[in-house]
């Protein structure tokens, strides 16, 4: 099989990245300069020159805030472009593995993990454009498997782990919100329970969405105090603080517990502890701090 991946260079992608030389499939990564998934004659083109047969969807817009000013640009990389890849899969009677988010929820209260079949009701531009985007998936026809995570973070980009790694070794003393809730996602689990997915082809006739987190929940807070006791920034004073407290223009949603009992049903993939997961993140980061890994860590 012939696996496009495209937005390699994110947090997801270059993890996926890391695991296809171990496929024994054809793996061809792809980031924006090699092809914008918003271009619908670059797509069909790479499709039919590589006979395509699935397509990792890891491209997205996801700077949250900046999407509350720049909704039509964020519409058209996570919906419009979205539906390209889809429809470019439906002619070719292939797959679309999509990535969405939490943010199609949080309009409403609710204290109980968020399932599959809960009514979407996002609240900012991000989630309505990521929202729009799984319409047009379903839409289209194409085969898809969706999977919905929350709070990614890995040892590549920008993410909280890292701010807070950061901030949490030359400050004093900081103050997180701990009346958010969710589970963290090391990208390095979601990336290898995709790939499983792939390589054991159990997706066929397992068209759907599904949710994906690391176990566990925690506050933004817990998760930094965390990361000051795995990283040995334990002198740092972590205090708790109510969200309140840092006005923004983008209302998050304040429990963003994903519930995983159906991707581990269908597909069996292993969703380990954020705590372990952390570590591991935190190791590396460390690892390559002292080494150089030398690949954007
Ligand atoms: N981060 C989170 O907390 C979170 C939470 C829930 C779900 N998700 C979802 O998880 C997925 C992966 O997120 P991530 O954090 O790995 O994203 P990321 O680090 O922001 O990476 C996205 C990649 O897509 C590229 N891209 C943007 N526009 C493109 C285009 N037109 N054509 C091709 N590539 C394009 C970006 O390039 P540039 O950097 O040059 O724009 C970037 O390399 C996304 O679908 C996201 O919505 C993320």
């Known amino acids: 099989m012939n696996i496009l991946v495209t937005g390699v260079k994110g947090q997801l992608g270059s993890h996926m990245r890391l695991l296809g030389p171990l496929s024994r499939h054809r793996y061809l990564f792809t980031d924006v300069e090699e092809l914008d998934i ?3 004659d670059a797509v069909n083109g790479f499709v039919e020159r590589n006979s395509v047969d699935c397509i990792v969807n890891c491209a997205a817009y996801t700077n949250v805030e900046l999407a509350e000013d720049e909704e039509s640009k964020a519409l058209r990389i996570n919906a419009g ?3 390209i890849l ?8 292939g797959w679309l593995f999509h990535v969405s988010t939490d943010y199609v929820f949080g309009g409403d209260k609710y204290n109980t993990p968020c399932g599959e079949e809960l009514p979407t009701n996002p609240v900012g531009a991000y989630g309505r454009t990521k929202l729009a985007g799984e319409e047009e998936i379903k839409a289209s026809g194409c085969h898809y498997v969706i999977i919905r995570t929350a709070w990614l973070y890995s040892e590549y980009g920008k993410n909280f782990v890292k701010t807070m790694l950061t901030l949490t070794g030359s400050k004093p003393m900081l103050n997180v919100v701990y009346d958010q809730v969710g589970s963290p996602t090391y990208a390095g689990d979601l990336a290898r329970a995709m790939f499983q997915i792939i390589e054991d082809g159990r997706y066929e006739g ?6 994906y987190s690391n176990e566990g929940v925690c506050s933004w807070y817990d998760l930094t105090k965390e990361i000051t006791r795995q990283s040995g920034n334990a002198q ?7 969200s309140s407290e840092f006005p923004s223009k983008v209302t998050r949603p304040s429990y963003s ?5 159906k991707i581990k049903r269908v597909f069996g993939v292993a969703v380990p502890y954020w705590v372990d997961s952390l570590q591991e993140c935190i190791d590396n980061i460390q690892t390559c701090a002292e080494g150089g890994c030398g690949d954007g860590r």
């Open 206 to 211: 397992n068209d759907g969405i599904y949710n």
């Open 38 to 40: 918003t271009d619908r």
């Open 86 to 93: 889809a429809d470019a899969m439906r002619e070719r009677g």
């Open 236 to 242: 740092c004073n972590v205090q708790p603080c109510r």
């Open 257 to 261: 517990v994903l519930d995983k009992s």
């Open 81 to 83: 472009a979205v539906r």
